[in-house]
């Protein structure tokens, strides 16, 4: 058995840095641009707080704003795509934080205020809402480009 060169191990390790990095830049460019998650965050949370005044134009309003983010979150975020395939995650954190996140704010929209707080806490909720979402869907973002760089993931979880 050989030993080593002395600089041999510290070049390697140098290598091994040099790569990584590099597959961590490039993960890191191909994540969707935080105006972009803040701009279907702020659309979703108009929606929800208009759904909690419960009048039918409010109800009206808030599928309207939930119909055209949705498609057009879909359209721009095509136009936007900078790397081919997701990864599928059904389990763990992501789902988890997905499902406490819309328990917790249907669970605020279901009381309804006094009248004299109506508009204002409408406006809560929505703010809320977007700010949960927006928190959730950068999380989301970050730990898919760790796994993707990391090469942490089920090669069976990777879709097209």
């Known amino acids: 058995m050989t030993t080593p060169a002395p ?25 969707r641009p935080w105006w972009l998650i803040a701009a279907y965050a702020i659309t979703l949370g108009a929606a929800f707080g208009s759904w909690t005044l419960r009048t039918p134009t409010a109800w009206l309003v808030g599928g309207i704003l939930f119909v055209l983010g949705i498609v057009g979150f879909i359209i721009i975020n095509a136009r936007l795509k900078r790397r081919r395939g997701t990864l599928l995650k059904v389990s763990g954190g992501s789902t988890l934080g997905l499902i406490a996140m819309i328990a917790v704010m249907t669970f605020i929209g279901q009381f309804p205020p006094a009248d ?12 809320a809402f977007a700010a949960m ?11 898919t480009a760790k796994k993707l760089a990391t090469g942490d993931f089920d090669p069976n979880d990777l879709m097209p």
């Open 116 to 127: 004299s707080w109506h508009p204002w806490f409408a406006i809560g909720v929505g703010i």
């Open 133 to 143: 979402g927006y928190l959730y869907m950068r999380w989301d973002d970050a730990d």
């Open 7 to 31: 600089g041999a191990e510290s070049g390697a390790r140098e290598e091994l840095l040099a790569v990584e990095s590099a597959r961590q830049a490039v993960v890191d460019s191909t994540r």
